[in-house]
């Protein structure tokens, strides 16, 4: 129940402005793959068209291929939502629905598609769903209460619990700890170690020791200046990204005498 | 060997040169004793006594702040004396108002059959009657409170459609394009129509339409709707604005389409924003008077039909009643009536204001534990 991700020559745009230039990079299924780099280097941008996100903005678009298990995301006729379905994307500041209660909130992707489930089927989905995001002991007892109410770690947990009930193929996560503290911050990385063995993980995030923790591989992106567009500079397993990078601006990133 | 004893003082060194809690009211009773005796001399008024009052309490305070507590203090003194006299000022007219209603309105309203009854059969020779001989004023507002009601959901039934649908495609779709830009415009244009133009317009529509003449309710309703439909958008608009982008996202990000996600997470986050906009536009239209008598023109009798035959609304009715009292020699009775409708309307509005509030507290996205 997973997808690889093959990405050919991607070039991403807001308008004219050219963000992202020439990526190619291939991603393994029931992996997890961290995207690091400067802020504004895109990559975010570049994670965002991994589900066609991107284009919920006014004027951004793509030129290129991104292969979901071969077939190309921005082939003709591709529906994005059917897209959005497969890959599915936590963000980096939780969002839980405010009208909805804790157990809505998880079973949001299938009440807002109006498919209709049974209330034994959605138990179990909630249940599973909320045990996988390590979410279930703390808040079994008040299912019925809003999501809102809950910490900023748990909202985050809950956000993840939601984006798995809809079992997509690949999860993205756009920086899902940078709002949070330490402790919560182990538990969501406890919870992408163990989501990998089900789906295929892609975290961007602004922690070098978060990548080097979690990921399999590491992709390192840069940016020549403002204005300039980013480009992915190396990509590689993460402990060779870490010790032994073969580019120059990693290695000067990576240990901190830059960014 | 030396033992150091505590300071003893009656008052903290910290608060010296302050003045005591008591101050303004001393300065106020001095300001009200003064303000009568100055009054006393040009002849006594209490709207004159409360202004000198006011003025030489101001001055009194200001002064002996400024001796005591030094120039800073003083002028603090000085702001707030103004900012509870402009708010004071800004009450008067309010209260007054209400007094007014109260005081004129209640004895018509406590008259029996008052809200049970229409102006069918009811001539001058009652009211000279009910004058002279001390009967009690016979007749009420109950076709034109039925008028209103009618009227007013009509226009409320065509208005919130139309003007929450513009303000969703204004938000969601127009991605400040022409079309979205043109609307926003004219809809700030239709905020500024007269309402006796909205009246003509929608008369002189239907005239054109199903005939000369046509004055039902529903022409009133359709001109009701042209002053409703831009406060509907604007109030909508500014509601669907302030539900965060992030909510879309999470929803698009679940594979849910963008029209569903519209319904089922954007309207219900701003649905109380939304149903208390719509309340107060209700509100608002709700006293026209001008826009009705042109469209559903007058009637003394009950209409139910709001599709055919003239209606009366509240505002009509005491317009009429007052410019042209049912017994031309004792309008008092026309008064009592008058001013028993306008507390009507008052108690409508109020009820509607309430109203608002409840359906903004019921629908607010609950927070909680």
Known sequence: ?????????????????????????????????????????????????????????????????????????????VDPVTVRTQVGMVFQRPNPFPTMSIRDNVLAGVKLNNKKISKGEADTLVERSLQGANLWNEVKDRLDKPGSGLSGGQQQ?????????????????????????????????????????????VIVTHNMQQAARVSDKTAFFNIAGTGKPGKLIEFADTSTIFNNPSQKATEDYVSGRFG | MTVTAPVTRK??????GQLPSYAPWVVLAVALVLGAAILALVGFNVFGWGVVSALLFTVGLVAWSGMVEGARKAKDKLATCLVVGAFLVALLPLVSVIWTVLVNGIPGIITPGFLGTSMNGVTGTFDNKSVEEGT?????????????????????????????????????????RPLARAITFFVDVMTGIPSIVAGLFAAAFFFAVVGPGTKTGAVAAVALSVLMIPVVVRSSEEMLKIVPNELREASYALGVRKWRTILKVVIPTAISG?????????????????????????????????????MASLPTFIYTQILNPT????????DQRAWGAALVLIILVMLLNLAARLIARIFAPKAGR
């Open chain 2, 136 to 176: 009690r004023v016979l007749g009420g507002v109950y076709h034109a409170l039925i008028g209103t009601v009618q009227i007013t959901l009509l226009a409320t039934v065509i208005s919130v459609p139309v003007g929450l649908l513009t303000a969703i495609y204004l938000v969601e779709y127009g991605e400040d």
């Open chain 2, 11 to 16: 008052r903290s060194a910290l608060t010296k």
């Open chain 1, 1 to 77: 129940m997973s997808k690889r991700i093959d990405v050919k020559d991607l070039n991403v745009y807001y308008g004219n402005f050219l963000a992202v230039e020439g990526v190619n990079i291939n991603i393994d299924a029931k992996s997890v793959t961290a995207f690091i780099g400067p802020s504004g280097c895109g990559k975010s941008t570049f994670l965002r068209t991994l589900n066609r996100m991107h284009e919920v903005l006014p004027g951004a678009r793509v030129e290129g291929e991104v292969l979901l298990d071969g077939d190309n995301l921005y082939g003709p006729g």
């Open chain 2, 274 to 310: 939304i149903a208390s906009g719509v309340t107060l536009a209700i509100a608002r239209v709700i006293g026209e008077t001008a826009p009705i008598l042109v469209t559903a023109g007058f009637a003394t009798t009950i209409n139910n039909n709001v599709f055919g035959g003239w």
């Open chain 1, 157 to 201: 947990r809950l956000c993840i619990a939601r984006a798995i009930a809809v079992e997509p193929q690949v999860i993205l996560m756009d920086e899902p700890c940078s709002a949070l503290d330490p402790i919560s911050t182990l538990a969501v990385e406890d919870l992408i170690n163990e989501l990998k063995d089900q789906y295929t993980v």
């Open chain 2, 327 to 334: 017994s031309p020699s004792n309008p008092a009775p026309s």
